[in-house]
């Protein structure tokens, strides 16, 4: 909500390509500087867009190193309380300006039935991180399950798959995080610079382009695209650089958590709701010092209502019940099917609910739903609130 509020749904997230000069024979005699200004949806194939843009122009060879620029966002790559044993799941990557495939790789594990072996290969395929491979295959049955990890024990960046597979398992894909996210960007791009011809003399190290260095390519990603991924999946990294992009947009990089926050309760306090019953330090809810109560959750999805100027992209970008995001499979078969616009909220011990429905009469309706403090299972108190849903509906 503040992200659309402060940014507004037609902002562009860019990345961009910067250096001094090149020589007539395509020869960049210095550095290039690739810079992030915070898209959280940056991929292989956009790093692709750029190193072929590079190309069109008529570079052929930087002598000098790729200098990656995350300086738009603070250093603190971690969120305030957050668990050091969450990682290296993918739900808690490492957060920068300069963010790349959510800051993870796919591990993807292949029995080999010819050779005997499992095939471990990354995507992208890329030398920025290191594989140890131990899997075996299972001549019966398999006792220890496939797990990958990326232990601290090992170099940075080092990904060990144990365990064993049948020869009849499908491929088994697992996703990781990835120490220093920038630096992994800026190794992808010198490898995709390569694949288009463009050769890179130099290494990958951080450094900021001086001022008045000129930008000659650049990948731009809509608002409308982030929010609706963001809320979609419930996608925490999306959530964690929005904060920050609010932050540097209205205090100037570095943007932070910190200064994001401030600007959240700030945006909630001109919606008239009491910012002195909540208490928030991070953008994705990943940690447990966020405290906040339900009230407060309907009360900003009243004012969003009124935003006639963008709630129509803060609605659609809402999960629908029995349609897309973390609602695709619930309220099916029911008048809350593609009736049902709200977000979902878990952690350890809690589920939440809250957003509108629209009852049979045609009158909107905002709800707010929290369940906490539970050891069993999730499921069951999902089912209750997929069933309040229905019965509102």
Not at 240 to 267: C, H, I, Q, Y
């Amino acid at each position: 909500a503040v992200g659309l509020h402060v940014l507004g749904p037609h902002y562009q997230f860019t990345t961009s390509v910067a250096w001094d000069s090149m020589q007539s024979n395509g020869i960049i005699p210095g550095n290039i500087y690739l810079r992030g200004y915070g898209n959280p949806d940056l991929s292989t194939q956009d790093l692709d867009s750029l190193a072929s843009r590079m190309a069109a122009i008529g570079v052929t060879r930087v002598d000098g190193s790729i200098l990656v620029d995350a300086s738009f966002f603070d250093s603190l790559q971690w969120g305030t309380g957050w668990m050091w044993d969450d990682e290296p799941a993918p739900y808690q990557a490492y957060v920068s300006a300069l963010s790349l495939n959510k800051n993870c790789v796919w591990v993807v594990a292949t029995p080999d039935t010819v050779d005997g072996t499992i095939v471990v290969t990354t995507d992208p395929v890329t030398n920025y991180v290191r594989m140890i491979s131990t899997a075996t295959l299972a001549t019966d049955s398999v006792v220890r399950p496939l797990t990958i990890s990326r232990p601290i024990s090992e170099t940075p960046n080092t990904i060990v798959v144990s365990g064993e597979m049948l020869r009849t398992d499908q491929p088994y894909r697992g996703q990781i995080t990835i120490l220093w996210p920038e630096i992994y960007a800026g190794h992808v791009f010198k490898e995709r610079l390569d694949s288009v011809g463009v050769e890179v003399a130099g290494g990958v190290q951080r450094g900021r382009a001086p001022s008045g260095t000129r930008e000659h390519a650049w990948h731009v990603w809509g608002m409308d695209s982030v929010v609706i991924n963001l809320n979609k999946v419930s996608d925490n990294l999306s959530a964690e650089m929005v904060l920050k992009n609010v932050a540097a947009t209205l205090d100037g990089p570095p943007g932070s958590s910190r200064v994001g926050v401030w600007s959240t309760n700030r945006f909630l306090a001109s919606c008239r709701i009491d910012t002195n019953n909540h208490a928030m330090v991070d953008g994705s809810g990943l940690s447990h010092y966020n405290l906040l109560r339900v009230d407060l959750l309907v009360d900003l999805l009243a004012a969003m209502y009124e935003r006639t100027d963008i709630f129509p992209l803060y609605y659609v970008s809402l999960p629908i019940g029995g349609i897309d995001g973390t609602l695709r499979g619930r309220m099916l078969a029911t008048l809350a099917e593609g009736n049902v616009h709200a977000k979902t909220g878990s952690i350890a011990g809690v589920s939440s609910l809250s957003g509108y429905v629209t009852t049979r009469d045609g009158e909107m309706l905002i709800f707010g739903m929290t369940m906490q403090d539970f050891i069993l299972p999730s499921r069951a108190y999902r089912d209750v609130q997929d069933r309040i849903c229905v019965l509102v509906a």
